[in-house]
């Protein structure tokens, strides 16, 4: 834990996660998908995209507050909903919504969460937003929407990039999957984890059965398996937007689609009465070919951005990241790995240490650009647009 406070960056607390977690639970958090190219393509358009600083201003007074969705919070921020982050801590979500309710910032429930919705609305707290995949078996999908909604979270979070499983070719070779059904190279790194496996795994035993999705119901949650899982179980290939319009007139709250990046599909959301969207190449988790997401924001920023709320995600280590995308046109910004490795370090220390990391980094990074409020970071600061 000591270790946690020394950690000066997210890559540094990366490193820790690393070291914490077995390696097929620290590839699934940290890597891509198929050949992998889309991961590196979504750092090198951050990286490319280059500030202009306007120097002699007084930037002795800075603030990071927003209003987002009605809401006033006092950082720029949303933890982005990740499956499984039940396996980076024991109760790991718990552990980061904990953090982000400290933070004052949105934490976003996965449908594939390990903890359940009504558990986090009770014992973390926070604004929280449940992230919605619709499933072939509407029924189902139904439930997780109502289970929201009386847990009390305003914020549906709808994904619409991932109408199949992805091609992670190491989880299979990691023999990842829910249950755990080790190979023998799982079941070594297992060995070589004693920690994890006592602190983590261990104690959802302890406290009564292997961890799986909660948000299922019983009778489908023992099927959950790669090989076996129910054909009802397996991600919607066949909604379309008129699927999604209806969604939003049963849901009372705020309507956020996630995983957007085209601005036509962007003025489809409008039409829906979506209240926001995310421009989001899920992480480069999904399709490897897909635009990171930095390259198209602008555009989709300057063809919605007057009638909804354009928040942004993808390779966020830095807080120079979380600016640049601010700049480009997101209100908020949404970080998914960083804060993973933050919970798989040290739980709700590690997830707060991060949020408090790039917090620091982007006051400096207002600073050296001549910003005092977030309104003032804009397309003016970009130096080219990607
Ligand atoms: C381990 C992991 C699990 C994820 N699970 C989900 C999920 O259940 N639903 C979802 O919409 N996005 C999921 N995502 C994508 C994130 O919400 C987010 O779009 C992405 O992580 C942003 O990129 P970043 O990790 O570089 O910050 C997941 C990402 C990771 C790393």
Redesign the pocket.
């Known amino acids: 834990m000591a270790a946690i406070g020394k950690a000066l960056n997210v890559d540094e607390v990366k490193a820790l996660a690393r070291r914490a977690l077995p390696r097929g639970m620290f590839e699934?958090?940290e890597r891509g998908t198929e050949g992998e190219t889309g991961l590196g393509a979504?750092r090198l358009a951050l990286d490319a995209v280059r500030l202009r600083p306007s120097v002699l201003v007084d930037v002795s007074s800075r603030r990071q507050d927003v209003t987002l969705l009605g809401k006033d919070q006092p950082l720029p921020l949303v933890v982005?909903?990740?499956?499984?982050?039940g396996l980076m801590w024991h109760e790991g979500e718990i552990e980061l919504a904990r953090a982000a309710a400290k933070a004052g910032i949105p934490f976003c429930v996965?449908?594939?969460s390990i903890t359940s919705v009504e558990d986090i609305a009770k014992r973390a707290g926070g604004d929280l937003w449940f992230?919605l995949?619709i499933l072939k078996d509407r029924a189902l999908t139904d439930t997780f929407v109502e289970r929201a909604k009386a847990a009390g979270s305003g914020t549906l979070?709808v994904?619409v990039d991932?109408v199949v499983s992805p091609k992670r070719e190491y989880n299979t070779h990691n023999g990842f999957g829910i249950p755990f059904k080790p190979n023998l190279r799982g079941t070594v790194d297992f060995a070589l984890h004693p920690g994890w496996l006592w602190r983590v795994l261990g104690r959802y035993l302890r406290a009564g059965g292997i961890p799986t999705f909660p948000h299922y119901p019983p009778e489908f949650r023992r099927k959950i398996t790669r090989d076996a899982m129910s054909e009802g179980l397996r991600l919607a290939d066949d909604m379309t937007w008129d699927e999604i319009a209806a969604l939003r007139q049963r849901w009372p709250g705020r309507f956020v689609i996630?995983?957007i990046l085209r601005e036509d599909d962007a003025r489809r959301a409008v039409d829906c009465g979506a209240d926001a969207i995310?421009v989001?190449n899920?992480?480069a988790?999904n399709l490897d070919a897909s635009a990171p997401p930095v390259e198209v924001l602008p555009g989709i920023a300057d063809a919605v951005g007057e009638q909804l709320t354009v928040l942004a995600?993808?390779?966020?280590r830095r807080g120079s990241d979380v600016v640049k995308l601010l700049a480009l046109g997101a209100k908020a910004v949404?970080?998914?790995?960083?804060t993973?490795y933050g919970t798989a370090a040290a739980a709700e220390a590690g997830a707060a240490r991060v949020i408090e990391i790039l917090r620091d980094e982007i006051d400096r990074t207002m600073a050296f650009a001549g910003c005092t409020r977030i309104a003032d970071i804009n397309r003016d600061l970009i130096h080219r647009l990607p």
């Open positions: 699934f958090v979504t982005a909903p990740t499956g499984l982050a996965s449908t594939q992230q995949y979070m994904t991932t996630k995983g995310v989001s899920h992480g988790r995600d993808g390779g966020v949404l970080v998914g790995r960083a993973l």
